[in-house]
C-alpha cells in the first residue's frame, strides 16, 4: 500500500477509504490510463490493491504528445502497474477529423473499442477511466460513449474533485500531484476545422518549442493557419523577457503558421467550448 506522507481532510481520508474498498472488490481491473492525474491515481490505486489483475491501457494517435506518451510510461513504471500502448484510429473516422461539437464521443467510443476488447480477451473484468466529479459539470460527450460501454468512473462515483485528486496524490507522494492538465491535441481547434495528423504535429511541434523556453503551461491554438498562444497570465511576463518574438514567428512560420498571436486574457481551458 502507498504511505500517506500527509495529512487529508477527514472528507478526503474517508473517500480515499471508499475508493480502495472499491476497487478491491472489483477482482480486475483495466484502466484508460492517459498519464493525467486522474486517471494515473485510479492505476495507483488499482495496482496497489489489485497488483497483478490491473493493467494500465493507453490509446496512442497523432492526437497524443509524443512528451505525454513518454511521460505515461514512467509514470506507469514508477507506480509499477503493467502497461500497454494500443494504436487508436480515430483520425480515420469523419465523426472525428471533421472535429464536429461531440468530437470526443467518437474518440472515446474508438478508445473503448479497444480497451473492452483488450480486458475480455486478457481476462480483466472491468474498466475504469479516470472521469472526476469537476468533469461532470463541463461539456464533456466522450463520458456518454464511455458509459456507453460499460465503463466506471470511481472517482465521479465517489465524489473526487480535481482538487481532492491532487490532494490524496500529493498525500501519497506522487511526483506529478501538480502536473498540468493536458487535453489532447485536437482540443487546440474550434469545431467544424478540419483535424489531420499534420496539424497536429503543428501544434505539438509549437507548443514543445514554448515549453523548451521554460513555460509551465501552454496552448497553441490552430484556425486555419493562424496560431494563437495561450499562457497562464502570470506567465506572461516571462514570456515576454524570455522569447525572441522575430525567431518565434519564424518558428511557426516554418512549421506553416502564416500568423501567430498571443491571447493576453490567458489560457482557459476549455476556452473553445465557450
Known amino acids: 500500500m502507498f504511505n500517506q506522507l ?16 472499491y476497487i478491491k472488490s472489483l477482482e480486475s481491473v483495466c484502466i484508460a490510463y492517459s498519464g ?32 505525454l506518451r513518454v511521460e505515461a510510461r514512467n509514470q506507469a513504471k514508477w507506480i509499477g502497474v503493467k502497461h500497454l500502448e ?22 472515446k467510443k474508438e478508445l473503448h473499442k479497444h480497451t473492452t476488447y483488450l480486458s475480455q480477451k486478457l481476462n480483466y473484468k472491468i474498466v475504469l477511466d479516470g472521469v472526476n466529479l469537476d468533469d461532470l459539470k463541463d461539456y464533456r460527450p466522450g463520458i456518454q460513449a464511455s458509459k456507453q460501454a460499460g465503463v466506471i468512473s470511481p472517482l465521479a462515483k465517489f465524489k473526487l474533485s480535481k482538487q481532492d485528486i491532487r490532494d490524496i496524490s500529493r498525500a501519497l507522494g506522487f511526483p506529478w500531484w501538480d502536473k498540468p492538465a493536458q487535453p489532447c491535441l485536437s482540443s487546440r481547434f474550434p469545431y467544424g476545422h478540419e483535424i489531420t495528423s499534420e496539424r497536429l504535429k503543428m501544434v505539438e511541434k ?32 516571462h514570456f515576454f523577457n524570455k522569447y525572441n518574438f522575430r525567431e518565434l514567428v519564424q518558428y511557426f512560420s516554418n512549421l506553416g503558421f502564416n500568423c501567430t498571436s498571443l491571447d493576453l486574457e490567458g489560457l482557459i481551458s476549455g476556452k473553445l467550448n465557450r
Open 6 to 21: 500527509e495529512t487529508l481532510s477527514d472528507e478526503q481520508t474517508e473517500k480515499l477509504y471508499t475508493i480502495r474498498r
Open 206 to 237: 509549437a507548443e514543445k518549442y514554448l515549453k523548451e523556453g521554460g513555460l509551465s503551461e501552454v496552448r497553441v491554438r490552430c484556425q486555419g493557419s493562424t496560431a494563437r498562444i495561450e499562457i497562464p497570465q502570470d506567465e506572461l511576463e
Open 36 to 67: 493525467g492525474v486522474d486517471s494515473t491515481l485510479v492505476a495507483s490505486l488499482a495496482f496497489e490493491q489489485l497488483g497483478s489483475k490491473a493493467i494500465a491501457i493507453t490509446g496512442i494517435s497523432p492526437a497524443l504528445a509524443n512528451t
Open 86 to 107: 494500443i494504436k487508436t484510429s480515430e483520425l480515420d473516422q469523419s465523426s472525428y477529423s471533421e472535429n464536429p461539437k461531440d468530437r470526443c464521443f467518437a474518440c
